[in-house]
T-cell receptor
Framework: NAGVTQTPKFQVLKTGQSMTLQCAQD?????MSWYRQDPGMGLRLIHY???????DQGEVPNGYNVSRSTTEDFPLRLLSAAPSQTSVYFC????????????????FGAGSRLTVL | AQSVTQLDSQVPVFEEAPVELRCNYS??????LFWYVQYPNQGLQLLLK??????LVKGINGFEAEFNKSQTSFHLRKPSVHISDTAEYFC????????????FGTGTLLAVQP
């Protein structure tokens, strides 16, 4: 099983450029999410989705868009990149089982390192 | 709202010594608690989780954690560390439910020295 696949692994952008970070999972997970990781700040939730056609904002959604047209894919779009978006981005997915069932444990991708000049 | 505090940003320790990484949380509802590990240049892997039941939770690679509701803590321990345990460790809390949102602490770098 591939699990959660993120592409690209590395990307350099200029301020104002746009790009999409791709995330795909092959585990039929209903729940998918995007985090960004910055030194000394841990991981912060950007956007998440509980199923195809449903998305919602996390802690730090500004400057990012998402959509969920299929169960498998959850792309993250930067419409106009800023240096403050330089970060490592992680996609994570899980089943949406009953609370406390253990089904809803996140599986993470390997990360995408983005640098905005 | 939930939050997580990891009190130590870095913990240096000699190989074969015991280690404890501290984690405190705040929540107004029942919580589910997790420890994840991130090896250099990799994604996060689940070490262990507390969902309910026994407050002492055992995970992979010889790690364990104890849920203490009165102290709102979930400290991670290992009796004897190896060089290969050098990594960043993240404590996280989830309010459960259908959304599975995790709130992460800022991480603790465990640096094991020979």
């Amino acid at each position: 099983n591939a699990g959660v696949t993120q592409t690209p692994k590395f990307q350099v952008l200029k301020t104002g450029q746009s790009m999409t970070l791709q995330c795909a999972q092959d585990m039929n997970h209903e729940y998918m999410s995007w985090y960004r990781q910055d030194p000394g700040m841990g991981l912060r939730l950007i956007h998440y989705s509980v199923g195809a056609g449903i998305t919602d904002q996390g802690e730090v959604p500004n400057g990012y868009n998402v959509s969920r047209s299929t169960t498998e894919d959850f792309p993250l779009r930067l419409l106009s990149a800023a240096p403050s978006q330089t970060s490592v981005y992680f996609c994570a997915s899980s089943y949406s089982g009953p609370a406390g069932s253990g089904a809803n444990v996140l599986t993470f991708g390997a990360g995408s390192r983005l640098t905005v000049l | 709202a939930q939050s997580v505090t990891q009190l130590d940003s870095q913990v240096p320790v000699f190989e074969e010594a015991p280690v404890e990484l501290r984690c405190n949380y705040s929540s107004s509802v029942s919580v589910y608690l997790f420890w994840y590990v991130q090896y250099p240049n990799q994604g996060l892997q689940l070490l262990l989780k507390y969902l309910s039941g026994s407050t002492l939770v055992k995970g992979i690679n010889g790690f364990e954690a104890e849920f203490n509701k009165s102290q709102t803590s979930f400290h991670l321990r290992k009796p004897s560390v190896h060089i290969s345990d050098t990594a960043e460790y993240f404590c996280a809390v989830s309010a459960g439910g259908a959304t599975n949102k995790l709130i992460f602490g800022t991480g603790t770098l465990l640096a094991v020295q020979p």
